[in-house]
Structure formats: C-alpha cells, structure tokens
C-alpha cells in the first residue's frame, strides 16, 4: 500500500484530513504527559538519571519558557505563557480546521499544537513546566526539554521548510 493511501486511509478513519491533524496533537499531548507523569513518579526532583550515552533522564520544573527565558520573572509569567499558548493553539485549530494547509505545513501546526497544548497543561496543573530530557557532551549541557519542547521545534522547523518554496 502506497503512504499516500495508507494516510488517506488514515485521516478518513478520524473524520477527514482536518480532525486527523487535531487527533495527532491529542495524542502529542497524551504522550507528552505521560512521559512527565511517569518521570515525576519515578525520578524525585532534581535527580538525574543515566538513559543512554550522551543523554540522561532529569526531574527539573521550568518556570520560564524555552532555555527558562523569564524563569526568574517572580511567578506572573506562568498566566502570561499559558494565555499565549492556548491564543496559539486557538490559532492552530482555527487554521487546521479551515484545511486550506496541507503536508508539511498541516503536520507543522499539528505538532506545535500538541507541544502547546502540553505544556500549558503542565503551567495549569503545577505552576511549571516538567523538563525531562538532557542532552549533553562532555560537561557541556543542553538546557534540559521534554516531548512537547521538541514538537514545537519540529513543527516551527516544518513551517519554515514549507514556506521556503519547497514543496508542500
């Protein structure tokens, strides 16, 4: 079966290529909490864990937004960020729902749906962002991330290809 069926297929299953782009963001957020439940439960805060060669498991809670950019802002920032997440993540659905994008695009704005949506959960649950993931070299860290950290990354990068004149 060729992708093109097989995805077809797919996106008929969930009522459409409209409802199958909001379905993959649900379940970017059901991944993506799942992963932060089963950390908080397993790993105590501010402990580390060794996962894999260059990567270690973390229990760190960020406060601010990418890099902990405003971690430091004295709390306010939480409202602030989870208002624009879910403004943005309004936006997505408006446009997903309109299905005017496809391929590259669709895909982008699902995935930073998703990442939105799971961290604003997180901001409305407790206060902060779970952060799960370190990379690292050497003693050089990356600023630890999680699951939805990287969706947004992936779906800004997907936007970006398909409106640079590549193919949709």
């Known amino acids: 079966m060729s992708a093109r069926k ?5 996106a008929a299953a969930f009522g459409g290529p409209r409802w199958g782009w909001l379905a993959l963001a649900t379940g ?5 909490q799942g992963a932060k439940a ?5 790993l105590p805060y501010g402990a580390s864990a060794a996962a894999a060669p ?8 960020n406060e601010g937004a990418a890099f902990s950019l405003f971690a430091d802002a004295g709390g306010e920032q939480r409202y602030f960020l989870t208002v624009v997440a879910l403004v943005v993540s309004a936006g997505l659905v408006f446009l997903l729902l ?5 391929g590259r695009t669709a895909l ?7 990442g939105a949506m799971g961290n ?3 901001r409305i649950l407790r206060g902060a962002v779970v952060d799960y993931l370190d990379l690292y070299v050497g003693s050089l860290h990356w600023p630890a991330f999680n699951l ?11 936007i970006l290809l398909g409106n640079s004149g590549a193919t949709r």
Not at 38 to 42: L, Q
Not at 148 to 153: G, N, P, Y
């Open 54 to 61: 260059f990567v270690n498991l973390v229990h760190l809670l």
């Open 98 to 102: 309109r299905g005017e994008d496809t």
């Open 108 to 114: 982008g704005y699902s995935l930073i749906l998703g």
């Open 6 to 10: 097989y995805y077809g297929r797919l």
């Open 28 to 32: 970017i957020v059901l991944a993506d």
């Open 148 to 158: 939805a950290d990287s969706a947004i990354v992936m779906g800004v990068l997907l």
């Open 38 to 42: 089963w950390i908080t439960s397993w």
């Open 120 to 122: 604003a959960v997180d």
